[in-house]
Antibody, heavy 116, light 107 residues
């Protein structure tokens, strides 16, 4: 079964940093595009970052570019999101998802709260 | 950025109803469109990709159509488990963008 499981979400102060992780299983992780999508409380979905397989090149939404870094460790079947200079508007549930036939599947999400 | 506009924002329907949700892109995205279902407190689930291809494991009561700028998601016979919020998303160009969602609730 293809599965994704996020971890690392917590309460952090504005200006702080946090690293999210996503553990993948049930598929050949190194062959797939991987993405992060977030959802602020009561709001819609926002795509924020992608990392390609093999080349490891990346794409970002303007709202996070320069502050967030997506990366992957194919040996560990893991995806990461390093979040720096966090703002209150970064408060959201962060989902990892596989960029295959659209976005499929999704992890259950991890909550990041940015507040003083 | 490509803007995705869904309509209606919400709708009320009864069990057994046929429901159609529309999604319009601000520019031609060919068939690079996917539909998701999200139940409260849960992760999104992929229903359709490539505008009309049923995702593996998704029920056949869901169907998608369209290309270019205008797309539809149809639920052939609404069941209690289908009451949820539905999102479209384009993956033609970065940044990938979502519609604002359509909440389907019980009449």
């Amino acid at each position: 079964e293809v599965q994704l499981e996020e971890s690392g979400g917590t309460l952090v102060q504005p200006g702080g940093s946090l690293r999210l992780a996503c553990a993948a299983s049930g598929f050949i992780f190194r062959d797939h595009y991987m993405d992060w999508v977030r959802q602020a409380p009561g709001k819609g979905l926002e795509w924020i970052a992608r990392v390609r397989p093999k080349s490891y090149t990346t794409e970002y939404a303007a709202s996070v570019k320069g502050r967030f870094t997506i990366s992957r460790d194919d040996a560990k079947n893991s995806l990461y999101l390093q979040m720096d200079s966090l703002k209150t508007e970064d408060t959201a549930v962060y989902f990892c998802t596989r960029g295959y036939h659209g976005f499929n599947p999704w992890g259950q999400g991890t909550l990041v709260t940015v507040s003083s | 950025d490509i803007q995705m506009t869904q309509s209606p924002p919400s709708l009320s329907a009864s069990v057994g109803d046929r429901v159609t949700i529309t999604c319009r892109a601000s520019q031609d995205i060919s068939k690079s469109l996917t539909w998701f279902q999200q139940r409260p407190g849960k992760a999104p689930k992929s229903l359709i990709y490539g505008a009309s291809i049923l995702q593996s494991g998704a029920p056949s009561k869901f169907s998608g159509s369209g290309s270019g700028t205008d797309f539809t998601l149809t639920i052939s016979s609404l069941q209690p488990e289908d009451f949820a919020t539905y999102y479209c998303q384009q993956y033609k160009d970065y940044p990938y963008t979502f519609g604002q969602g359509t909440k389907v609730d019980i009449k």
